[in-house]
């Protein structure tokens, strides 16, 4: 049997250039779609690219977008991919307040798009789907911890996309008998996380901080919690969905959950320092213990105009049917961050 042939749309973020490297050391031919950009995008596939010395991780890149659906089926067609992974997204949630309609164009019917082609070229017997489902789907919670079966109540233009995404996901499976799946990952994060999520931002600029660099940064709301995981864990958990015996649904989680204070406070720690907190609402504002510097305070622009206060995931389906459990909890996530955050820097 011939390698398998794998397909990424949004190879170029986080989460695309980990699952690239691991479908590269599976023994798998790998495509992946960059969109045309005036400045590179490609930093994160930088190992890929060096390829010159192990010829075996060679990655093929095309150029993409999609939004465009004459280029998502040609890619299809010449392809022929085992497996999509459907990564490519607007993936900022504040942002998606500023461009809602980019984002359902790209979140929502992207993910048509790829399944349309599926069907009309005769791939479903072929082509397994992965969609990059999220926990912003549950918004507003509706249970705690959540769960595959915990009803959604997106809370932003973003999350009501990706809605749109995870269900014409189910409907082509139950409709046209198509291999596809949500993964609903919870956050995860590292070194390649974009700047400005607030696990990045925070690690990136509390090392500036404290190497003299800049004197304070500017968050939004404090007082969310997330359940954070490290995210090469995660992207095994897509191939991992992909390989059962039968197309379902799977959350993705650690099962422990933190405030940003919480996230700052262990990002200074593993600094050496500590901070602490004084004032309320706007004026409050996170100190170092060291010197009393301020390091911390609140711009209202990072706010959104509806939040997810709390996400904390309950992935035991994905434990008793997969075999996956996230190994990374927040502590050692931070830690991984920081030190590979002050190698980047030396
Ligand atoms: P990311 O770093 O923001 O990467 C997004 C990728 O999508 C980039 O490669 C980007 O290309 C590409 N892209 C954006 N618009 C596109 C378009 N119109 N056509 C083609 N490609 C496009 O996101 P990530 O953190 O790796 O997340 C991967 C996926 O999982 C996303 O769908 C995200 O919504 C979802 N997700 C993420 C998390 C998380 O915590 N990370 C959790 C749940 C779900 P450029 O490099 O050119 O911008
Ligand atoms: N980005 C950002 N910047 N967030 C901030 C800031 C700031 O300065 N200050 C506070 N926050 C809060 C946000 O209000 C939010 O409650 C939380 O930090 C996390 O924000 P992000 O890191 O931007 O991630 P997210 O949870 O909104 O979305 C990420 O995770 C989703 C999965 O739950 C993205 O990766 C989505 O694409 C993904 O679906």
């Given at each position: 049997?011939?390698?398998?042939?794998?397909?990424?749309?949004?190879?170029?973020?986080?989460?695309?250039?980990?699952?690239?490297?691991?479908?590269?050391?599976?023994?798998?031919?790998?495509?992946?779609?960059?969109r045309?950009?005036?400045?590179?995008?490609?930093?994160?596939?930088a190992?890929?690219?060096?390829?010159?010395?192990?010829?075996?991780?060679?990655?093929?890149?095309h150029?993409?977008?999609?939004?465009?659906?004459?280029?998502?089926d040609?890619?299809?067609?010449?392809?022929?991919p085992?497996?999509?992974?459907?990564?490519?997204a607007?993936?900022?949630v504040?942002?998606?307040?500023?461009?809602?309609?980019?984002?359902?164009?790209?979140?929502?019917?992207?993910?048509?798009?790829?399944?349309?082609?599926?069907?009309?070229?005769?791939?479903?017997?072929?082509?397994?789907?992965?969609q990059a489902?999220?926990?912003?789907?549950?918004?507003?919670v509706?249970?705690i911890?959540?769960t595959?079966?915990?009803?959604?109540?997106?809370?932003?233009?973003?999350?009501?996309?990706?809605?749109?995404?995870?269900w014409?996901?189910v409907?082509?499976?139950?409709?046209?008998?198509?291999?596809?799946?949500?993964?609903?990952?919870?956050?995860?994060?590292?070194?390649?996380?974009?700047?400005?999520?607030?696990?990045?931002?925070?690690?990136?600029?509390?090392?500036?901080?404290?190497?003299?660099?800049?004197?304070?940064?500017?968050?939004?709301?404090?007082?969310?919690?997330?359940?954070?995981?490290?995210?090469?864990?995660y992207?095994?958990?897509?191939?991992?969905?992909?390989?059962?015996?039968?197309?379902?649904?799977?959350?993705?989680?650690?099962?422990?959950?933190?405030?940003?204070?919480?996230?700052?406070?262990?990002?200074?720690?593993?600094?050496?320092?500590?901070?602490?907190?004084?004032?309320?609402?706007?004026?409050?504002?996170?100190?170092?213990?060291?010197?009393?510097?301020?390091?911390?305070?609140?711009?209202?622009?990072?706010?959104?105009?509806?939040e997810?206060?709390?996400?904390?995931?309950?992935?035991t389906?994905?434990?008793?049917?997969?075999?996956?459990?996230?190994?990374?909890?927040?502590?050692?996530?931070?830690?991984?961050?920081?030190?590979?955050?002050?190698?980047?820097?030396?």
């Amino acid at each position: 049997m011939g390698k398998k042939v794998a397909l990424i749309s949004g190879i170029t973020g986080q989460d695309g250039s980990y699952l690239a490297e691991q479908l590269l050391e599976k023994g798998y031919e790998v495509h992946g779609i960059i969109r045309r950009n005036s400045s590179d995008s490609t930093g994160n596939l930088a190992i890929l690219e060096t390829g010159y010395h192990n010829p075996l991780k060679k990655v093929n890149l095309h150029y993409g977008d999609v939004t465009d659906s004459n280029n998502v089926d040609k890619l299809m067609r010449k392809i022929q991919p085992d497996e999509v992974y459907n990564l490519a997204a607007q993936s900022h949630v504040r942002i998606s307040f500023d461009i809602p309609e980019y984002t359902a164009n790209v979140d929502a019917l992207g993910t048509l798009r790829f399944l349309e082609s599926i069907v009309k070229n005769d791939l479903v017997k072929k082509t397994k789907f992965y969609q990059a489902s999220t926990s912003e789907l549950y918004g507003e919670v509706q249970e705690i911890p959540q769960t595959e079966k915990t009803p959604f109540y997106p809370r932003s233009p973003y999350a009501v996309a990706k809605m749109y995404s995870y269900w014409i996901v189910v409907n082509y499976r139950e409709a046209y008998g198509v291999f596809a799946c949500n993964g609903i990952l919870f956050n995860h994060e590292s070194f390649r996380r974009g700047l400005s999520f607030i696990t990045k931002k925070v690690v990136n600029l509390a090392v500036k901080i404290k190497k003299g660099k800049m004197d304070k940064m500017f968050l939004g709301n404090l007082y969310s919690k997330r359940d954070w995981g490290y995210a090469p864990e995660y992207t095994e958990a897509m191939w991992e969905i992909l390989q059962h015996d039968q197309p379902e649904d799977f959350v993705i989680a650690t099962g422990e959950t933190h405030t940003i204070k919480e996230l700052v406070e262990e990002v200074f720690v593993n600094l050496g320092d500590s901070v602490r907190w004084e004032g309320e609402g706007l004026e409050e504002k996170g100190i170092l213990n060291s010197n009393g510097q301020v390091v911390v305070e609140i711009d209202p622009h990072y706010f959104r105009p509806t939040e997810v206060n709390l996400l904390i995931g309950d992935a035991t389906k994905a434990k008793e049917v997969l075999g996956w459990e996230a190994k990374t909890r927040f502590k050692d996530l931070v830690k991984i961050m920081v030190s590979d955050e002050l190698k980047s820097m030396q």
